[in-house]
């Protein structure tokens, strides 16, 4: 397996670029993606997210403590819900509030290769409490 630790200075606009460009061999044998600590913020999180709809080799990603908010998890739901290889997504500590639940939730409705998702340290709420148990649910 093949690990490709970011630079904090390197660009989340030139990761995704990385891991769609289709003449790249890195795309093809990228598998894991850290990110964390990175500062993407939903801009990046966007750029990721558009990535997420071609890549077809990623099956970790990593973008904890991030500042992602829940627009930036708006445009990756949407991505994951036509992505169909990554299994393991980590948006720890990212200020994910109730919208996020509920788009997440939407998500693992049609993404059925999603095995891992770390939600913790972000203030879910109510219904952060619903989707760990409805989460929990789903995968069992």
């Excluded at 093949?2 to 989340?12: E, K, N, Q």
């Excluded at 080799?57 to 445009?75: C, E, P």
């Excluded at 994951?80 to 720890?92: D, E, I």
Aim: glycine share 6%; charged share 20%; aromatic share 4%.
């Amino acid at each position: 397996e093949r690990v490709l630790h970011i630079d904090p200075c390197t660009g989340a606009l030139a990761i995704a670029r990385l891991i769609t460009d289709t003449s790249s061999r890195v795309r093809r044998t990228l598998h894991t993606l850290k990110l964390a600590r990175n500062n993407i913020r939903s801009k990046g999180a966007k750029a990721i997210a558009y990535a997420l709809t071609l890549n077809k080799y990623l099956t970790f990603l990593d973008v904890r403590l991030n500042h992602i908010g829940n627009s930036g998890v708006k445009d990756m739901g949407h991505a994951l819900v036509v992505n169909k290889s990554l299994q393991s997504l980590n948006l720890a500590a990212n200020n994910l509030g109730e919208p996020a639940c509920l788009i997440l939730a939407n998500m693992l409705h049609h993404n059925k290769m999603l095995k891992e998702l770390d939600l913790s340290s972000n203030p879910l709420g109510t219904p952060g409490i619903w989707f760990d148990q409805s989460f929990a649910v789903f995968m069992n």
